[in-house]
Structure formats: structure tokens, C-alpha cells
């Protein structure tokens, strides 16, 4: 998966989405608020007053909103949490912006690293799972949910993955990316309403071979892409462990089986 990121700050904020072309990355548990080090509660009104105001103002076009500022370990630097969730700095006039990686040298971490971990983590417990296709592969004991996309070529080699895997329960909420892949809805849609969506999803996704058509019925494929979206995912496959870490991408096995074992709860 290709998450959307800032290729441009000139002019306006770009974002690129693209299907698993990102190397993968794992998020961690949530924390709290602040990055490790950032006196947050220090933090002037005033100054995160005008941060949102400026930052807002100049993006307008691109309706770019401020969701949180924070206090950083540097002196006159703050953290900026923006729609999407994504991670800028910028000084307390946001006069000027970075956009990277802010590296704590003594410990040799990334503290925006670690931030996006943490807006990345997601409450496995609360994703609605009879919104999702699921497979009990064995004894299912191992849990998964994955945003998929049904014309996504990186989703499809992450289902080959799984067909080689025992012990697994895997839920998949469709998660069709209109704008890369037109006809991703409709197959969702008709996948959905087979009688059984199971052997459907798996037929088409592990030896590409579509059902007959089915009578259009009740499905669920808006509300998980935009669930997907809420959650910040851009692009697919995107993974959620039980333990709240998500990834983004594919990853193939053994590296795949032993995130999956790591990451229950």
C-alpha cells in the first residue's frame, strides 16, 4: 500500500494513494498524547491558536484542519497532528514547516515514528466483524482483520499468503479505491450478495474467477470504506492485529505469520 503523503508543501499538500507499494509498517499501541519528552501541558493557548489559524488559512483549497498541536523537546518547534493523521512541525508563528522524521539522537528513535504508531492503533474489539468476510482457516485461533480492495494486485498476493497459513481466523472488510480501481465496487458489491461471500472472496482473490452475477441485496461495502478511511487507512491491504497495531502493506511469509503471532493480544 502507497500511504497518501505530503509530496509538496509550496503550494498545497499532495497526497499520492496507491496499492502496496509502501514498504510495510507496523503502528503500536496507543500513548499518551504527547510525544516522549513534549512538556504538552506547557503548551501556550496562544500559540496553538495561531499554528491552526495560519496552517488552516493557507491550506483552505485543500481543507486541510488542524486536529492537534503539540509541545515538542526542542524549544520553539511543535508537533502538528493534521487531518489524515499526519505529522508536520512547524515554529509557533507557522511561519515555517518541516516535514519528516524528528529523531531523538540519544535514544536513536524517531519520535514521528512513534507518533504515527500511536494514531495509527485502532480497538480491534470495536471493529464491527459482521461487517467483514471471514475465513477460519484450521483452528482459527490466530485473529486478523484486513482492509481489501478487490482489484488491488498487493491484497491478492497477501490471500496467497494466507492460503498457505493454518490456524487463522481472517476478516476482510471491503475496502474498494474507486479512483484506482473502477470496477472494485461492483465486484465488492457482488461478492457480498453470493450466497456464500466466503468462497467467493477467496475464489476470486486466490484464483481470480469472478461468481455468477447475484441479485443486488444489503451490503456493507460503504460503511467499511469509509471505516477504513476513518481509521486513516489510504490505500490496501491494510491490517489490523489484535492488539491494536495496524500495518500497512503487504508482507510475505514466514515475516507475515511471525507479525501476526507477535501481535495478539
Not at 483552505?60 to 503539540?70: I, P
Not at 515514528?113 to 459482521?130: I, K, M
Not at 471491503?174 to 461471500?197: F, G, T
Not at 461468481?211 to 491491504?237: I, R
Amino acid at each position: 500500500m502507497n500511504r497518501k503523503l505530503l509530496s509538496a508543501l509550496s503550494a498545497a499538500f499532495l497526497m499520492l494513494a496507491a496499492c502496496g507499494e509502501n514498504q510495510a509498517q507496523v503502528a503500536k499501541h496507543p500513548a499518551p498524547p504527547a510525544a516522549k519528552g513534549s512538556p504538552a501541558a506547557k503548551l501556550d493557548p496562544s500559540v496553538e491558536k495561531t499554528i491552526r489559524t495560519k496552517l488552516e488559512k493557507a491550506y483552505a483549497e485543500q481543507q486541510l484542519k488542524v486536529q492537534a498541536v503539540y509541545a515538542t523537546p526542542l524549544a520553539h518547534l511543535y508537533e502538528v497532528v493534521l487531518s489524515g493523521k499526519t505529522v508536520i512541525y512547524t515554529d509557533a508563528q507557522a511561519d515555517y514547516m518541516l516535514v519528516g522524521d524528528f529523531i531523538d539522537v540519544k535514544n536513536r528513535k524517531s519520535l514521528t515514528e512513534e507518533r504515527n504508531a500511536e494514531l495509527s492503533a485502532v480497538d480491534f474489539d470495536s471493529l464491527p466483524l459482521d461487517k467483514a468476510i471471514k475465513e477460519v482457516r484450521g483452528n482459527g485461533q490466530l485473529k486478523i482483520a484486513v482492509f481489501s480492495d478487490p482489484d488491488c494486485p498487493y491484497c491478492k498476493r497477501l490471500e496467497h499468503e494466507f492460503e498457505k497459513m493454518t490456524d487463522i481466523t481472517i476478516y476482510n472488510f471491503m475496502m474498494p479505491l474507486v479512483s484506482l480501481h473502477p470496477d472494485a465496487v461492483r465486484k465488492a458489491e457482488q461478492i457480498w450478495c453470493q450466497p456464500d461471500r466466503t468462497a467467493a472472496w477467496t475464489t476470486w482473490m486466490r484464483k481470480g474467477k469472478m461468481p455468477p452475477k447475484a441479485a443486488d441485496c444489503d451490503n456493507p461495502v460503504d460503511e467499511t470504506t469509509s471505516l477504513g478511511e476513518q481509521l486513516g487507512f489510504n490505500g490496501t491491504p491494510a491490517l489490523v492485529f489484535p492488539n491494536g497495531r495496524t500495518q500497512a502493506g503487504f508482507s510475505p511469509l514466514p515475516h507475515l505469520e511471525k507479525l501476526i503471532k507477535d501481535n495478539q493480544k
